[in-house]
């Protein structure tokens, strides 16, 4: 029997390990090949479908919880309809916490870049527990997806 138990989580050990290295992968698995360059967006006046669809891709990232509605049901971060050029930790209805509460500053697209890139580097204290998004241009598609909403 005990070789069994070993054997059962040696098993559930392995497929933690995968889950983990797969997730390290996911914000550019998730981002696609057929997104333009940051520079080649930017060319453009309006928003590059292409770049739209990457960060919607992207925001899988977001969306166990956040909501894109202005109603967060039961998700446990703000709403994000609105978020750029919004104030921070203004979202009604919405629990913050004390270092969020504490800022005061406007989510521009700079400051949702800097945000994205690293939350806890931003604002100390903060209970948003995402890591991180690498890399400039999959943080300019998700914002750039933001912007829809």
């Given at each position: 029997?005990?070789?069994s138990?070993?054997?059962?989580?040696?098993?559930?050990?392995?497929?933690?390990?995968?889950?983990?290295c797969?997730?390290?992968?996911?914000?550019?698995?998730?981002?696609?090949?057929?997104?333009?360059?940051?520079?080649?967006?930017?060319?453009?006046?309006?928003?590059d479908?292409?770049?739209?669809?990457?960060?919607?891709?992207?925001?899988?990232?977001?969306?166990?919880?956040?909501?894109?509605?202005?109603?967060?049901?039961?998700?446990?971060?703000?709403?994000l309809?609105?978020?750029?050029?919004?104030?921070?930790?203004?979202?009604?209805?919405?629990?913050?916490?004390?270092?969020l509460?504490?800022e005061?500053?406007?989510?521009s697209?700079?400051?949702?870049?800097?945000?994205?890139?690293?939350?806890?580097d931003m604002?100390?204290?903060?209970?948003?527990?995402?890591?991180?998004?690498?890399?400039?241009?999959?943080?300019k598609?998700?914002?750039?997806?933001?912007?829809?909403?």
């Amino acid at each position: 029997m005990k070789n069994s138990a070993d054997s059962r989580l040696l098993a559930t050990a392995a497929l933690c390990g995968s889950l983990l290295c797969g997730l390290a992968t996911l914000p550019t698995a998730l981002a696609g090949q057929d997104a333009p360059s940051g520079q080649e967006a930017a060319a453009s006046e309006s928003p590059d479908p292409q770049l739209l669809a990457r960060g919607k891709r992207l925001y899988i990232l977001c969306q166990a919880c956040h909501a894109t509605e202005a109603d967060p049901g039961d998700k446990i971060g703000p709403h994000l309809a609105g978020i750029v050029n919004r104030p921070v930790a203004s979202a009604e209805g919405s629990v913050y916490s004390d270092a969020l509460r504490a800022e005061d500053f406007v989510w521009s697209e700079k400051n949702l870049d800097v945000w994205l890139q690293r939350p806890a580097d931003m604002v100390p204290g903060t209970s948003m527990s995402f890591a991180g998004l690498p890399g400039d241009d999959l943080r300019k598609a998700l914002i750039a997806y933001l912007n829809t909403l």
